[in-house]
């Protein structure tokens, strides 16, 4: 009879778009937070650590959903694998995103002229790879309109690159400014030297995170 | 005797009605709840479209089935000697399936109003005149092909989807894809659909077409339908502007309009295959009153095919709407082109099964295909525990039906 339309259920992508929305704007106030702390404005880093960390247990709460929805026994067009691989790597840029403002809200620390430059981009850049991979699961949708395969292909194949030169171009933005730590040694007392080191690592691990879960989708696109 | 005979017609047609207005206050969005949920038609067209096929689906080619209810599964010679044992053991077959349906349907197991009719026969006969007395390998074929037939209306969906798929969905011009394919589809569909109404049916419109004939009939309206999507389709504009995958929404609208047509052909089916569920056992007693000497040969009347039509018709405008919106909007992944696929793996499937006499679950053919369409990686995610619970409900409702039956039989022999 008629119940037998409950062979239909949520289909992933909506859920993994709805995801990724949520974690681009829990990575988002990374941008804003680090300029707080640049500024050494305690209040708003505080403020955004706290928005941020709201945004990563929303994050997560949203992939428990998911998970809970995808029992083995559902029939999708891509590998249940694939689709884990990739919510758990977008949960990794929250959680980076999260340990950032946990990081830069233990202490202020005041910054050379050079470094804060040198920081400013680098943060800028590593919030724009996760949404330049936002852009990758917008297009997962079309995707699947046409099923995995056709011409969007080449589409989606070509933001992956994108997203993988931005990546790479984090990293090398990371090496400068951590040399510039290096350089600048003496004007950190050796805690503050620490903790920015983490933080660089921290903002670094944003990009990749975001690279990880673009490659998982390229493994979809493979098959 | 005639008066009690009457009695108890009447009470068997109470029952009948019954039966067939479940049929359509449930079962008819198995027709037209694809075709709701991806917009391909409005709740209103749906409901007047599904009156129209499902009617004339149960009347033109209903028989088929209606007999095997009726007559095929036991043979009422065997009752010549007590006529009155036959009408009895029908009135009992069609409480007890109505009993179980609404037993089962009350606790949300997902049952076949098919496999309860089949087995409440089968109960019947047992008790009444033993094990002998069921034609084994009429129960054989039908038994198999409530395996086979989910299997090959899945089989049929996937080759149809993976074809769109190929040729139209994953193309570089998908517009014009679709121009290029789409009569070829609609010839394919319309000699089929031609082709199982006209050859060795209408039997009630006294047409007796050779299969020469039917063949020319088929191919013609299959040109027909070729040189018809042709012109609609020309008239569809293509942005060239636009990159191939922005153009597929423009695709799926072309497919709304082929729905409507496959929603149509699953209405039809359906009315042809489960009509018997609710007259099939009228037919068998109209049989043995009208000539109170048993024959097994009589053809089965259009009126009574006509009677469970209109019983599906008002089933379907009192309640029917009411499944038909809840399925609608769970399906919202389900764009046209895969509701396509799915209904002309169904209908087909289920056209070919009434044409053989064979009483399947069109329900369970619904959800074979649209697990068809599944596995050509159409749909976003299936459950597919779903089959599992319709096994339970499979190995359930036969045994219930038929003890059911049997009890009711029994308990009819004290009151008479």
Redesign the interface.
Known sequence: MAMIFNIFTKSPFGSIQEMMNKVIKCAGVVDPMIDAFISEDTDKVKKDAELCSKLEYEADKIKDEIRLNMPRSILMPVAREDILHILSAQDSIADVAEDIGILVSIKKIRLPDEIKEKLREFKNKAVDVVKKSGLVVEKLEILRESSFGGPAVEEITKLLDDVNIQEHHTDKLQFALTKSILDYEDKFNKAEFILMLKIVENIGGLANAAEKMCNRIRLILAR | MISGDLLILGAASIVGFYMAYNIGA??V??AM?TSVGSHSLSFRQAIIIAAIFEFSGAILAGNHVASTIGKGIINPIIFSSNPNDYIYGMLSSLLAAGIWLNFA?KL?W????THSIVGAVVGFGIIARGVHSIHWNVIIHIVASWIISPVFGGIISYIIFSFI?KKI????EPVLATKSYMPIISFYLAFLLSMSIVYKGLKNLHLNLSIYNSLAISLTLGLVAFVLSRIYLSKVKVDKTA???RR?PAV?RIFRYFQIVTASYMAFAHGANDVANAVGPLVGMITVIQSHNISSTAPVSWWILAFGGSGIVIGLATLGYK?II??GR??T???PSRGFSAEIGAATTILIASKLGLPIST?HV??GS??GV?????????????M?D?VYAWFLTLPAAMILSAIIYYLIGFIR
């Open positions: 449930n079962d969005a198995n709840g349907t949300g997902p049952v076949s109003t798929l969905l994953r193309s570089v990159k191939p995958w597929l799926e499944v809840t399925v769970k399906l992944d389900l764009t329900t619904l959800v649209i697990i599944g596995m050509a990686r159409g749909l976003g995610a299936i459950r597919l525990s779903v599992k319709i």
